[in-house]
Structures are given as structure tokens and as C-alpha cells.
């Protein structure tokens, strides 16, 4: 279908099904069970089977006909496409359904205090007691940790092997006494993340994901999905948080079809259509025009979402998010020059209620989520352009015999 087709049935469709009124669990049932919520999935599973550029015109539909988004999040963007490529058939009739339709929120728990990017670091223990897996460590930096239901856990199972072959990859329920999520307060003044800490938690073997061992496979895999969900042209709309259903669906879009009330603010902000917008909005206001050096640099910001538009989809996920870093940095860096002494200010009587701050202090974190930019790099040199890999003293020691980073510091 070319985004020209999918754009017009998207925009019949969701002209005749979105109704504000409508209870938000409600909302997001009719739109998983439409397969418009998630155009890319397989018609199979709540999608129609679509390219990453006619599901741009299905995004652009959604927004004209001024419908809220289907959920978006870590289950949406990493856990659901991963299931559909590796997950039992089992897994993926339990689980599948509660994500397309925003039930059932999903955080991460992969990074821990002594391995973020070297990922396959990790100490977390899995230890098989019959039909399950008793689960011990401390993980950290779970966003949503502290309301999501279920989760992905990479966890070690063998470390009488190599570090990335001795890793398993787990569904475990964080609704049971083992699970303790304890939020951390980042700059912005938001607590999104998590310290969770596991002790003697239960994870059925039944999910278990890929085999056993195969843990560092399905996490690439998984990565991968979230560095695409991460591109400079990434709808930036959705929601991340945990949303009352029972709200009528049409408290969470804004006139103009974007999301009113959602955690990827700050991204929706700086990226796409939301950064176009917002530099009007702020040039129009600094009176700035017929600056030349500011539209010089609009035009650099103008042609990179350009860039990704076209591109989007063909380069590599890393290469990417790269991008989206690149762009939302510049974003920034134009906005708060644009509104000068006043981009200082935060909270509601600041220039734009404080958003711009916000964006500001959220930057960052996006080029350390989901990998840093210099892995990022790395994966771009190695895998992509074939340059020498990092010298990986480790790479075939058992892990029980390296030198381990102490876990409660
Ligand atoms: C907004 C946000 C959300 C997150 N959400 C989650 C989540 O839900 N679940 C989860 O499990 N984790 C999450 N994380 C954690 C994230 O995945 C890690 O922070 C990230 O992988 C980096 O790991 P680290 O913090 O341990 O830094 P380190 O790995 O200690 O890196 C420190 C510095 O060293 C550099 N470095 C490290 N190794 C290399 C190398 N080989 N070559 C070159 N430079 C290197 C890094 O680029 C970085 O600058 C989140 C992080 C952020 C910021």
C-alpha cells in the first residue's frame, strides 16, 4: 500500500470510529482490533502488515482526524515485535493482546549498576527450581519500573560460560513479593526510573524467551527494535506512562491531534512536525523572522527531519537514533537561544509552561537510553562498515572467573 493509500483509508477510518467520549480502554480495544493503532504489525496480530512510510501516512491520518494515539511504550516498541519474531506461541497469545490494547504495561530490566553498555555484564542470577526460575540481583535505571506489570529480564543462568553465551531472557510478573522497584529522581524533578532490586523472585519457565542461553541473542534483537522506535522521525506521540482507562480517550489529544497529556512530551517536542512547530511558535515570539542566522539554522533543522523522513526505515537502527540525538540536541540548543534568559525558567508561568526547560533537561538522556551514542558508534563501525572490533579481553572466559564490579557498590 503507498503511504498516499494507507493515509486516505487511515484517515476514512479513523474519521468514523474516533469518538472522545469513548472510555480510553475502549478506545484503544477498537483501534488494536482495527490493526490502524499498529500499521507495521502483522494483520495476525492487531496490524496491517504495513511499511514504515505508509505507516507514517496512517500517523499523519490519526493526527488530522485529531484521535489519540494507540499506547506506546516499552511494551509497544521493544516487547511486542520481539515476541512476534521469537516468542512461543503460548507467550504470544498471553501477552500480545494486554500490549495492543495499553492493559498491560511492560518495563525493562536489563542494565544493573556494573553493566549498562557492556550489557552482557550483567550478575543478576537465575537459578531453575522445577517449572521455574528463582531470580536474584539488582538491576537499575527501570523506567516504569514502579507501575508496570510484567517485564523483560536479562538474566545470567550459566556462568560457567563466556559472558554473552551464559544469558537467558525471561517474562517475569513484578507483581509478587520478590520485586522491590524503588524510584529515582532525575533532573528533570520526574522519578521515571527505578532501582529494582530481586530476591528469590519467580520467573516460569514457560517464559522463558528464545532457549536456554539465547538471552543475549533476544536482547540484540530487542535493542534493535527500540533504537528503530527511537529514529529522527519517530511519530513522537503516544504515551508512556500509566493512564487512567476509564477517562474518556479524548482528555489525552490537544486541538491540534497531538497528545496532551503524555511522557514523551519533551520527544514529540523535538522531533518531526512537534519541532517544526514549536520554532515557529518561538521565532514568532523573538520576533526573529528576518534573522538570517536563525533561519539558517532552521533550515539545518528543517532539512535533518527531511532527512529521516526519506530515509527512515532504510538505514540502520543505530545510525538512527544517532540522528534523533543530533536533531533533538539542535532543537534544543535553537529553542533555548530563541528564548534567551527565559529558557532559564521551569514550572507553569515559564515561557511555554515550562516545556522547553523540560525538553532541556531530557536531551541528555537520550543519547544514553537504549545505548550511548559511542556504542551506537561502535556498532556502526563493526558491524555495519567492517571496521576492526574493541579488543575483548573477556571474550572467551568463563564468566564466573572475571573480575566482578561489587553490586552494592
Ligand atoms: C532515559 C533513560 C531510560 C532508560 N531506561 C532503561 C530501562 O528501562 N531499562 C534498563 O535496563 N536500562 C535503562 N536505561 C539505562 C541505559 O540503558 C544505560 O544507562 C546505558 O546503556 C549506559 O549504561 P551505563 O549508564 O551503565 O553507562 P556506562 O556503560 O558505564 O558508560 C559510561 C560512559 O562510558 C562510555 N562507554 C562505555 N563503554 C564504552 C565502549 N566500549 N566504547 C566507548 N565508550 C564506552 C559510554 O558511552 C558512557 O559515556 C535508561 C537510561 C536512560 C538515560
Not at 30 to 51: E, H, I, M, V
Not at 352 to 373: C, N, Q, R, Y
Amino acid at each position: 500500500m503507498t503511504p498516499e493509500d494507507a493515509y486516505r483509508d487511515a484517515l476514512a477510518w479513523f474519521q468514523a470510529n474516533w469518538d472522545p467520549q469513548l472510555p480510553l480502554r475502549d478506545w484503544w480495544q477498537r483501534l488494536a482490533d482495527s490493526g490502524w493503532g499498529f500499521p507495521t504489525w502483522p494483520q495476525q496480530w492487531f496490524g496491517k502488515g504495513l511499511d514504515h512510510a505508509a505507516a507514517k501516512g496512517v500517523a499523519r491520518a490519526r493526527r488530522e482526524a485529531g484521535a489519540f494515539s494507540a499506547p506506546l511504550g516499552i511494551a509497544t516498541m521493544m516487547v511486542a515485535p520481539t515476541l512476534m519474531e521469537v516468542g512461543t506461541p503460548e507467550q504470544q497469545q498471553r501477552y500480545l493482546p494486554g500490549i495492543a490494547n495499553g492493559t498491560e504495561v511492560w518495563c525493562q530490566l536489563f542494565s544493573e549498576p556494573g553493566a549498562g553498555s557492556d550489557l552482557a555484564g550483567v550478575q543478576t542470577r537465575a537459578v531453575r527450581d522445577g517449572d521455574e526460575w528463582v531470580v536474584n540481583g539488582q538491576k537499575v535505571w527501570t523506567s516504569g519500573g514502579h507501575y508496570a506489570r510484567f517485564a523483560i529480564l536479562v538474566a545470567r543462568t550459566n556462568p560457567e560460560v563466556p559472558k554473552h553465551r551464559g544469558l537467558s531472557f525471561f517474562l517475569i510478573d513484578m507483581d509478587q513479593p520478590g520485586v522491590d522497584p524503588r524510584p529515582l529522581r532525575q533532573m528533570t524533578g520526574d522519578a521515571e526510573f527505578n532501582e529494582v532490586f530481586l530476591t528469590d523472585a519467580r520467573a516460569r519457565h514457560q517464559n522463558l524467551v528464545g532457549g536456554l542461553g539465547d538471552g543475549w541473542s533476544v536482547a540484540l534483537r530487542l535493542l534493535n527494535h527500540e533504537r528503530e522506535s527511537l529514529d529522527a522521525d519517530a511519530d513522537g506521540s503516544g504515551i508512556m506512562g500509566d493512564l487512567d482507562l476509564d477517562a474518556p480517550a479524548g482528555t489525552f489529544v490537544g486541538a491540534d491531534g497531538r497528545n496532551s497529556d503524555d511522557g514523551t512530551g519533551p520527544m514529540s517536542m523535538a522531533q518531526g512536525d512537534g519541532a517544526a512547530e514549536l520554532l515557529t511558535t518561538l521565532i514568532a515570539g523573538a520576533g526573529r523572522r528576518g534573522d538570517a542566522v536563525t533561519r539558517q539554522r532552521v533550515a539545518d533543522i528543517h532539512s535533518r527531519i527531511r532527512i529521516a523522513r526519506y530515509a527512515g526505515g532504510a538505514m540502520p537502527p543505530s545510525a538512527g537514533k544517532l540522528a534523533s540525538v543530533t536533531l533533538m540536541r539542535k532543537v534544543r540548543d535553537e529553542a533555548l537561544e530563541l528564548l534567551g534568559p527565559a529558557g532559564m525558567l521551569s514550572g507553569t508561568e515559564a515561557p511555554l509552561a515550562g516545556a522547553v526547560t523540560e525538553m532541556a533537561l531530557w536531551t541528555p538522556g537520550l543519547s544514553i537510553a537504549g545505548g550511548t551514542d559511542e556504542i551506537q558508534r561502535n556498532i556502526l563501525g563493526e558491524r555495519h562498515l567492517g571496521l576492526p572490533a574493541e579488543p575483548r579481553v573477556d571474550k572467551d572466559l568463563p564468566f564466573k572467573d572475571l573480575q566482578q564490579p561489587s553490586i552494592r557498590g
